[in-house]
């Protein structure tokens, strides 16, 4: 029921920045709980950020300090402001939406690759 969209990966160098977009359709991002992951070639799935209805955010060690989770109920989109980007930041990023108390209705995106390297 829920369709969405991620755009704004591509090739980026060492210390570069990148804003990734979920655009949603089907459901508002305002009452789901949305998250960004990152899956590297031959890893496992690993959430890079989180913003719940209430927008309290959760951040992965790893990038805490470097990347913001942002929402626009407006535009029914999520952003994924990715800042001071490292060669392990290089994977495919997705963008996920759950209900917070329908818990089966998950949805996720298709994802977007997000290179970093010199």
């Known amino acids: 029921q829920v369709q969405l969209v991620e755009s704004g990966g591509g090739l980026v160098q060492p210390g570069g920045s990148l804003r990734l977009s979920c655009a949603a359709s089907g459901g508002s991002v305002s009452i789901y709980a949305m998250g960004w992951y990152r899956q590297p070639p031959g890893e496992q799935r690993e959430l890079v950020a989180a913003?719940?209805?209430?927008?309290?955010?959760n951040y992965a060690d790893s990038v805490k300090g470097r990347f913001t989770i942002s929402r626009d109920n407006a535009a029914n989109t999520v952003y994924l402001q990715m800042n001071s980007l490292r060669p392990e930041d290089t994977a495919v990023y997705y963008c996920?939406?759950?209900?917070?108390?329908?818990?089966?209705?998950?949805?996720w995106g298709q994802g977007t690759q997000v290179t970093v390297s010199s």
């Open positions: 913003i719940t209805r209430g927008g309290n955010t």
């Open positions: 996920n939406a759950n209900h917070p108390v329908f818990k089966s209705r998950d949805y």
